[in-house]
């Protein structure tokens, strides 16, 4: 029997996406339409938001515990949470946690190093691109961590909050992760974390001026591994 997975989830559109990354990729590893048991639990964006907005991380904490103990109770093993920015909660709700958890930029930096990438740009939230989540877990695995400047991390925060957690996808806001990975790559990075959960539904990596982590299918890849070890 494999694990039963839960899902922390924030954000909708993130959120989903692993959720059918697990369902849809699971059989290759279990039989014809077959994936481990998983549960989600969600507060709503909004809910989460009036805490980061004030750097209220004990609160976003908070929800992230009250949902990993409903989780629990619905007798997962472990959780994983597909939203890059609330991990910055992840210190202190952890300790108090029912559950084991995956880090989801832990898993991003494993994927790196296995890659032989040693200088990333991040892409995400203003609040993720110029906060401790991917340094902090990039730095034990000798990987640097390199940001957009200000002007592009203010426009990718509002595509991220007026269009792609609305499930809203279009060229313009494409060619300019575009343009903005261009920039990352003049400045040595060598691939380019899609740190937003929703990024990947917007970016082509066929199209991208680098190489790309998915942090979304990547945590949901994991937690496969996870539930079948």
Known sequence: MSK????????AEGAALCYRTICNEAPAHMGEDRHPEVTMHNYCLGEYMKFIRVGDWQGVADLMLS???????AGADFAI???????????????????PWLHIARVVGEEARRRGFTKL???GTRYLMTGPVYPGQLGPLDIEAVI????????INEVIFTQLVKAEFTEE???????VMARLKERGAEAAVLGCTEIPLLVRPDEAPLPTLDSTRLLARAAVREALA
Not at 67 to 73: C, D, E, I, N, V
Not at 81 to 99: F, G, M, R, V, W
């Open 67 to 73: 949902s990993a103990r409903k989780l629990a109770g």
């Open 121 to 123: 740009g991040i892409l």
């Open 148 to 155: 957009p400047e200000k002007d592009d991390r203010e426009r």
């Open 173 to 179: 806001s494409r060619r300019f992760f575009n343009e």
């Open 4 to 11: 039963h997975i839960g899902i922390i989830a924030c954000s």
């Open 81 to 99: 949470c597909p939203d890059n920015t609330i991990h910055e909660a992840y210190k202190i709700a952890q300790p108090e946690s029912p559950l």
